[in-house]
């Protein structure tokens, strides 16, 4: 198979197909069927479409980019060790790389991952150097990305079918009340919901294709946008309403930052492009970010750009080719030669800092990190399906997929802001996990904290455990959130402390639920096997182990990350006891829960076999990985402006980390897990009187460490104060003088119109008036007599012949 050529176009069509879909939903969906039913299976069908392209996208990269294992320690799927050589990848890229089609770009270097990218489509040209354009970059990555994507989308559409079967009727909204006491009762939108999920999912897998840093901040706002619809698709309810503004917004937060850092990269490299961009030639007529942060002549080590450089340089340029009289050439010459030492000097590395900085902004808003992590759990306002697809498995995702995507061109320091941001977010949303009540509350919390997690190890160095874990936790929380989903169907509530004792009558439900949560914790069996968390959660204990070895300074990280792992043990058996387990706490609810229908619980089965699996050897999703990570990682890197040294990925595989950080990731788990068995599963201890013993700290976390009061006091009370401060200024100040320009304008309009009447229009009424008169005097000559006209023409004759003549005597005599 000619990958370079073969790849864009599949997985160019994986993107296209849900828009088509979309497309067609939007003109014809309210007639697909007599409710729009068939447009269930429009939108299914579509994403199983793109799903079959992504799978055969996969096949040909792995036949043609086999990840090399050989370096595994544990053959059950750990691959705790593995260390794909590089130069293995190099021969792969270099086969595939015969392509005529100069379009394409093949890394052929010994320390190159394998990826391919080009241009589709040329956009508009800015200036001398930025170029926009429609492009791809395809590596092992992206490829990984689609096939997670579309796989856990194609469930989810299934799923949907049943869960929103509701829209396909006449809804009757019970949580919105009219002014007449009356419930709202609306026409059902069931081809509306599949109309949003195809163009998310058209809008996702974009972002995932695409070649430059400007198209994935479009498809990064339309996956925003139709984050919006989604959230608030029962719009006539004010927290579904204000949740979907809340998200919107906060997120344009994060954006703006994103934009701050997208202005740095454009005006001091002039390009927007990850890979290098070749022409028809197969010269280089673009030169990419990745290429210029990280160059093979310093064996692909950051480098602070020779843009950036001159950029924070910009006074000792203009003074160098101010004192000297040098053509052009000669002062580009000149400044060129300067350069590495303005380099030495430190110029340029605060701009890439800022570059690093503003990108994670954008990331922080999307992937809901501290302090903007305050939009997801509100956003469970969404159906059910939302918040396993948009909100566990893919969107939030995003925000992690572009900060390894971005790797390269992160400095220490920055990685360092992001490991802590990981941590704080981590240790929130779990703690505020432990007392929540709302079922898809406490697993929106568990995806803040467990984003914080991929977040903190792609930090602290561990690209592959974060973005491993990227993958695992898309199976298991897709398949938690969908499990809620079906309990919510049953019991029409997301209150936990009105369930309990519902694994009796949804079986299917409560026990692949339990599959999720042992999942999500990491369990397993000890260098032996494990669900598919054990895997990534070990891989990421075992990094920010070696990270405190490192850096004894941050030690904290380590400490956080191994007792989130503990949190996370107890509030999720928390949910699943209260739940499935123990006596039914509301008989009226428990008499009327049944099993959901088989096309919602058989996409759970899938989904569990995934769950325990995914993480095994048989996927080699470590190795795959391994094969994208990107290069120039793999070595140490010391930070400039603070003391932080992110160590080698493969130090933590090293026996005695590794050891130690099973033991660690098993111990702490373990620990949570027995803790939530005492509370709520044998209930040895009473968790009513633990929280009266400390109420203050349980009302703390009950109220979400207070942040949207805390918010609300610092930007939404203070903006409304100075609304209605303005609002004042507009009626006291603004209005009355508008209201007194108006009142003079009009006196001045009834003067206008005085002197119009009394003085123009009365002159022009005397002339009219003398003109008829005159004219009236005239007709008297009009008799109609002949002979009376025949006197009037002689004596005007005669008259106008003595005229004549008098005028002629008197001109002749004058002469």
Not at 452 to 472: D, K, N, P, Q, S
Not at 501 to 527: D, E, N, S, V
Not at 574 to 591: A, E, K, V
Not at 785 to 813: D, H, K, N, P
Request: aromatic fraction near 12%; charged fraction near 15%; hydrophobic fraction near 50%.
């Amino acid at each position: 198979m000619d990958l370079a050529n073969t790849l864009p176009v599949l997985l160019g069509l994986a993107c296209l197909v849900p828009l088509v879909s979309f497309v067609l939903i939007v003109l014809f969906g309210a007639r697909m069927g007599k409710h729009g039913e068939y447009a269930a299976y429009v939108a299914t069908g579509a994403i199983l479409i793109a799903f079959a392209l992504s799978s055969v996208a996969m096949v040909g990269w792995m036949g043609e980019h086999k990840p090399d294992s050989a370096h595994a320690e544990h053959a059950d799927g750990a691959d705790h060790t593995s260390d794909t050589t590089h130069a293995a990848a190099a021969s792969h890229a270099g086969e595939a790389g015969h392509t005529a089609d100069a379009a394409h770009h093949v890394s052929h270097s010994d320390h190159a991952k394998p990826e391919y990218s080009g241009e589709i489509y040329p956009l508009a040209v800015i200036g001398t150097q930025l170029k926009l354009s429609i492009s791809y970059y395809i590596d092992t990555l992206t490829v990984v990305m689609f096939c997670m994507v579309t796989l856990i989308a194609s469930c989810i559409h299934f799923y949907a079918i049943g869960y929103m079967h509701d829209e396909l009727h006449e809804v009757t909204d019970h949580e919105v009340h009219l002014r007449n006491g009356h419930h709202l009762v609306r026409p059902g939108r069931f081809h509306r919901f599949f109309q949003y999920l195809s163009l998310f999912c058209f809008s996702m897998l974009s972002l995932v294709y695409a070649g430059n840093i400007a198209m994935v901040f479009v498809f990064w706002e339309l996956v925003g946008i139709c984050s919006y619809f989604l959230i608030g698709f029962y719009f006539e309810r004010h927290s579904a309403s204000n949740a979907a503004n809340k998200a919107f917004i906060t997120n344009r937060v994060g954006d703006f930052g994103m934009l701050i850092g997208m202005m740095a990269l454009w005006g001091s490299l002039g390009t927007f492009t990850f890979a290098d961009t070749k022409g028809a030639d197969g010269q280089v007529v673009q030169v990419g970010i990745f290429s210029q942060v990280r160059t093979e002549e310093n064996h692909f080590e950051l480098v602070v750009p020779d843009g950036m450089v001159r950029a924070a340089a910009a006074s000792q340029v203009g003074e160098l080719v101010g004192k000297r009289s040098l053509t052009p050439e000669a002062a580009a010459a000149q400044v060129a030669a300067e350069t590495p030492g303005w380099r030495e000097q430190g110029f340029g590395y605060w701009l890439l800092c800022i570059a690093g900085l503003g990108i994670f902004c954008g990331c922080v808003g999307k992937s809901a990190q501290f302090p903007l992590h305050v939009w997801l759990p509100d956003a469970m306002e969404g159906p059910t399906p939302v918040s396993a697809l948009v909100h566990s498995a893919t969107m939030v995702a995003a925000g992690v997929y572009l900060v390894g995507r971005f790797y390269p061109v992160f400095t220490p320091e920055v990685l360092l802001v992001i490991a802590y941001i990981g941590g704080i977010t981590l240790f929130i949303a779990a703690t505020i996990a432990i007392t929540a009540v709302d079922i898809k509350r406490v697993l929106a919390y568990s995806t803040v904290s467990q984003l914080g997690y991929m977040m903190l190890a792609l930090g602290i160095g561990g690209w592959v455990a974060g973005l491993f874990h990227l993958i695992t936790h898309a199976f298991f929380k897709s398949l938690l959130f969908m499990c809620s989903g079906s309990v919510i169907h049953a019991c029409h509530t997301n209150d936990m402390t009105k369930m309990g004792g519902l694994r009796h009558k949804m079986p299917w439900t409560a026990y692949t639920m339990l599959i999720g949560c042992l999942a999500i914790i990491g369990a397993g069996i000890p260098f032996v096997i494990g669900f598919s968390g054990y895997y990534s959660k070990d891989a990421i204990i075992a990094q920010a182990l070696t990270f405190k070895n490192a850096n004894p300074d941050h030690a904290v990280l380590f400490y956080t990350a191994a007792g989130g792992a503990a949190l996370t043990a107890f509030y999720m058996f928390r949910l699943w006891f209260m739940t499935f387990s123990g006596p039914p706490r509301d008989h009226h609810i428990y008499d009327h829960a049944h099993e959901s229908p088989r096309v919602m619980y058989i996409p759970l089965v899938i989904l569990s076999v995934f769950a325990v699996s995914v993480g095994w050897g048989i996927f080699h999703l470590t190795d795959l990985l391994e094969q994208a990570r990107p290069a120039g990682i793999l070595t140490k890197a010391t930070g400039t402006l603070l003391t932080v040294t992110i160590p080698n990925e493969h130090d933590s595989h090293e026996h005695a980390i590794h050891t130690a950080a099973t033991w660690i990731a098993f111990g702490t788990a373990l620990s949570g897990l027995l803790v939530a068995v005492l509370f709520y599963g044998i209930r040895k201890v009473d968790p009513a009187e633990v929280q009266q013993t400390f109420r203050p700290i349980y009302r703390f976390l009950v109220n979400k460490w207070h942040f949207d009061e805390l918010y609300r006091a610092i930007f939404i009370h203070p903006l409304l104060f100075l609304s209605r401060r303005v609002a004042d200024i507009d009626r006291s100040v603004i209005d009355p003088f508008i209201n007194r320009c108006a009142w003079g304008v009009r006196k001045l309009a009834v003067l206008d119109d005085a002197i119009d009447r009394l003085g123009v229009d009365a002159a022009v009424n005397v002339t009219a008036r003398g003109i008829r008169a005159l004219g009236n005097s005239l007709r008297v000559v009009q008799t109609g007599q002949l002979r009376q006209y025949v006197t009037f023409i002689v004596i005007g004759t005669v008259a106008l012949f003595v005229l004549a003549s008098f005028v002629w005597s008197y001109s002749w005599a004058g002469n």
